[in-house]
């Protein structure tokens, strides 16, 4: 499979490199719709997006390097080439929730609410995203065969794209797409519901992607390893025990909550 879009001989634009730029975009635009409906100050939002790109494609290269670093440290100049590949999107997901923490502390915006916001755009961002990793066949599963990619509807460009080395594989990369595209409907959904309170989205990204990034990497067989375990499912461990946590903490305090105003207004009808 051809991964470059555009070959003008000095200026490559790479498929990777295109599919990346559209999450980031659409992703951001999201964000944008998002903080619109809070009333956050737009100015706050395009200078924190701007600068969150670069650390998050940073923080997404630098992990995946860490993981490879015997091949890097013989190949240092393929370090830069991000264009060919070699993105851990957990890398970049640590990054740029830290720099959203800082930023949001420094302006003194609530680092909660800003949270919410852009996970509501990173999940889909991801979804776009990944489809570079189908021009750059990689993030694949375990062998299969084609029969059986029939079976469940694969589109036949992406069967044939999923044929590596002589072998077909599980298009891993089209089930965690797919998936991430129904935990952005499922939030963009609950979000205008009353009940859904502050943070729950957070706990919602946490716990979902968590869930969805471990069963997904069952199947794959190019993952980043600790040892003999994955990292991916590691993290992913992570994410579901501190969503979890951030779930039922809410909840507490909204209980507390609930409970402090029927007492209030009970004292305020006895009075």
């Known amino acids: ?4 879009l555009i070959d003008l001989g000095i200026i490559q634009i790479q498929w990777y490199s295109l599919f990346i730029f559209l999450g980031l975009f659409f992703g951001g635009l999201v964000v944008l719709g998002e903080a619109r409906r809070f009333r956050i100050n737009e100015d706050f939002l395009i200078n924190m997006i701007f600068y969150l790109v670069p650390i998050a494609l940073v923080g997404a290269r630098l992990y995946y390097v860490a993981f490879n670093f015997e091949y890097y440290n013989l190949n240092r100049i393929e370090i830069i080439q991000v ?20 930023y949001s502390k420094k302006y003194k915006v609530e680092v909660t609410r800003m949270l919410d916001i ?11 995203g990944r489809w570079g990793n189908f021009f750059n066949q990689e ?17 036949e460009f992406i069967i ?24 952005f409907a499922i939030i963009f959904f609950l979000r205008r519901i009353e009940m859904f309170k502050k943070g729950y989205a957070l706990s919602f990204y946490l716990i979902w992607y968590g869930v969805v990034r471990y069963l997904i990497e069952i199947l794959r067989t190019d993952s980043l390893m600790i040892f003999d375990i994955k990292a991916a499912q590691i993290v992913s ?35």
């Open 160 to 183: 044939e794209g999923m044929f590596i080395n002589g072998n077909y594989h599980h298009p891993t990369f089209l089930y965690e797409s797919l998936f991430l595209l129904i935990g």
């Open 1 to 4: 499979m051809n991964s470059t």
């Open 237 to 271: 461990i992570i994410m579901i025990l501190v969503g979890g946590y951030l779930l039922f903490k809410k909840k507490k305090e909204s209980a507390f909550d609930n409970l402090y105003n029927d007492w209030r207004d009970m004292s305020e009808i006895s009075v």
């Open 83 to 102: 264009w060919r590949g070699g993105l851990a999107i957990h890398g970049g997901i640590l990054f740029g929730l830290l720099w959203i923490i800082y």
């Open 118 to 128: 852009s996970v509501v755009g990173l999940l889909l961002g991801q979804a776009i």
């Open 139 to 155: 993030a694949y599963g375990s062998i299969v065969s084609k029969d059986q990619l029939q079976s469940i509807f694969i589109p």
